[in-house]
């Protein structure tokens, strides 16, 4: 049965007129092919900005590799950088898995955004690759992996061949995520495009022609895909925060931890759809199809799952704080209350991933609001920066002489970035933006069938003095 709710409002109380439901199919299609082929000379150049920033990020890389992996403290902000990535742009797709599993209405216009940001697990893996290299055996350190008879990683392979399985089956499952989606838009891309541009479409499309057969397995495909990349990219921060993270650090023993970087690429990628929605809907001509509806329903979530940080955190925190052996007492020295660096970006990581977010979001108007969600996305990912620089520079500063021993003593000093260092942070992040942006070109930045459908569920009412809109949940 039809369900009825109160039109969308902006921050001021007046009414927002949802146009995209008084616009035909041809009218979607035609909007979204032609933003999706536009490529003006504003694009170019932040392509090309994005590129050099991304060449820069090489050359720190190349600085890196010239100096070998026999020391893992210079690799320290890459592994950072990694990390960031798996928490930021790796996460996003997952965003569009709730909303679709529950028919929600409001995440159709998110969803290919989403999604989209899956196609960063190619530089990922890229990047996963060198530090394979840096990482010692399970023989050599205390890690999630049994050591056989023979000293070797058990099961066989392990850390190195299992990471890097884990990494390319999350890869896999965004790049899948992204084609089975995006499977009708291609189709309908291929009907409206000429030339070498329609050859990909057809070739991408795969024959589709929308008989209810297919509609049928692109629905049961996506209901499978969508759950499988949430489990796979929890799992990957298991191994990656515990293998890159916890192994090098002695008496670092907290079985919360992992749980918690999941946690925090919950609302890391919460931030990354919020930032770049509004990047769409101010620059990207979707502004039709981006509404106060979705920065509302991204920013309620926002708000739970800074708490949620702060919850799993202070879990493993108040372990070593109340326990204080001398191992624990020198993991707070190393991670928190250590060197003037560390603790500044702690502090500063405390305060943006949990400390604003609430005090922001626990505001109706500014929840309730296009650009205080943004805003609040933007001090998140800030945070994450943070956050990951003090884990993972501080973990890969431990001497190899050490991550065998019961007690971190001495405690290594804070280990400032150089030039390469700032290069690969800035490199990674610009690089994973131009696999987006290069992306949005061929792939439509917005769900054409989504939005199409959306025009059949929903209606437009008028109730007196108002407009009511007209929900119909299918099955």
């Not at 000379?41 to 590799?65: E, K, M, P």
């Not at 955004?113 to 394979?132: D, N, Y």
């Not at 493993?316 to 007492?329: L, N």
């Not at 917005?446 to 007209?470: P, S």
Request: charged letters at 15%; aromatic letters at 14%; hydrophobic letters at 55%.
């Amino acid at each position: 049965m039809p369900e009825q709710q109160q039109p969308q409002h902006t921050s001021n109380g007046h009414h927002h007129r949802p146009d995209i439901l008084r616009k035909t199919h041809q009218q979607v299609t035609e909007e979204v092919l032609a933003q999706t082929f536009r490529t003006s000379g504003r694009f170019w150049l932040i392509a090309a900005v994005l590129a050099a920033l991304l060449a820069l990020g090489i050359v720190g890389f190349s600085i890196r590799a010239a100096d070998g992996t026999d020391d893992r403290l210079p690799w320290g902000y890459f592994a950072a950088a990694l990390g960031y990535l798996l928490t930021t742009a790796m996460a996003a797709p997952i965003i569009s898995v709730v909303p679709r599993l529950a028919r929600a209405h409001w995440g159709r216009p998110l969803s290919r955004i989403a999604e989209l940001w899956g196609i960063v697990g190619v530089l990922a893996t890229l990047m996963l690759i060198p530090l394979l290299f840096v990482l010692p055996s399970a023989a050599d350190r205390n890690s999630i992996w049994f050591v056989n008879a023979v000293r070797e990683g058990w099961p066989p392979g392990a850390p190195h061949a299992w990471l890097l399985a884990a990494m390319i089956m999350l890869a896999v499952l965004g790049l899948a995520l992204v084609w089975v989606s995006a499977l009708p838009d291609f189709a309908t891309a291929r009907d409206h495009s000429r030339g070498q541009r329609k050859v990909w479409y057809t070739r991408l499309s795969m024959g589709w022609e929308g008989t209810h057969r297919q509609w049928k397995v692109l629905r049961t495909t996506l209901s499978v895909l969508g759950p499988l990349y949430l489990m796979n990219l929890v799992f990957f921060h298991f191994l990656y925060s515990s293998d890159f993270a916890q192994s090098f650090v002695p008496g670092w023993k907290d079985s919360i931890f992992p749980a918690w970087q999941a946690i925090s690429a919950f609302q890391s990628a919460l931030a990354t759809v919020v930032v770049t929605m509004f990047v769409l809907r101010t620059w990207g001509g979707l502004k039709d199809y981006i509404f106060l509806e979705q920065f509302w329903a991204l920013g309620k979530l926002m708000l739970p799952f800074s708490i949620f940080w702060f919850y799993f955190w202070f879990s493993g925190f108040m372990t070593y704080w109340y326990g204080r052996t001398p191992a624990e007492h020198a993991v707070l020295t190393l991670m928190f209350f250590g060197g003037e660096q560390y603790r500044n970006i702690f502090i500063t990581a405390f305060v943006m991933n949990f400390v604003l977010p609430l005090f922001l979001l626990i505001w109706n108007p500014i929840r309730r609001s296009i650009l205080g969600p943004t805003v609040v996305a933007c001090l998140i990912l800030t945070g994450t920066l943070f956050d990951r620089i003090r884990l993972y520079v501080a973990s890969f500063s431990v001497p190899n002489a050490q991550i065998n021993d019961h007690v971190l003593n001495p405690v290594p000093t804070a280990h400032f970035p150089g030039a390469a260092d700032v290069f690969i942070l800035i490199g990674a992040v610009a690089g994973a933006i131009l696999l987006f942006v290069l992306a949005s070109r061929f792939v439509p930045v917005m769900n054409m069938w989504e939005a199409k459908e959306a025009l059949v569920l929903q209606r437009i009412r008028v109730f007196h003095r108002t407009e009511l809109k007209v929900l119909g949940k299918p099955e």
